[in-house]
Nanobody
């Protein structure tokens, strides 16, 4: 099992909500990493969805501002992405990413499919 494991993806109707979770293994402490969610739709490049750097403010892609919320629970060693008002174009594989001192770690991703 990898250092980062995503869960919470699935099939949801447009306008619905999902909450993604990213569990970090015991050997990785997210409190020491810049954390982010990325996504990749078929035929498209992986893109940043939201990030929460250590000691910095959260940032969101323009396409998800006001709909998605990134959060971390350092005590539980978990990263979350609350996704509301989902749109068809949010369909993608969502990846959790941790970054520290030039080293980047990726989860294997979780599929989110939004249907009409």
């Amino acid at each position: 099992q990898g250092l980062l494991v995503e869960s919470g993806g699935g099939l949801v109707q447009a306008g619905g909500s999902l909450r993604l979770s990213c569990a970090a293994s015991g050997s990785m402490f997210i409190s020491r990493h810049d954390m982010a969610w990325y996504r990749q739709a078929p035929g498209r490049q992986r893109e940043l969805v939201a990030e929460t750097p250590i000691g910095g403010s959260t940032n969101y892609a323009d396409s998800v501002k006001g709909r998605f919320t990134i959060s971390r629970d350092n005590m539980k060693n978990m990263l979350y992405l609350q996704m509301n008002s989902l749109k068809l174009e949010d369909t993608a594989v969502y990846y959790c990413r941790a970054h520290r001192f030039g080293t980047t770690y990726w989860g294997v991703g979780t599929q989110v499919t939004v249907s009409s």
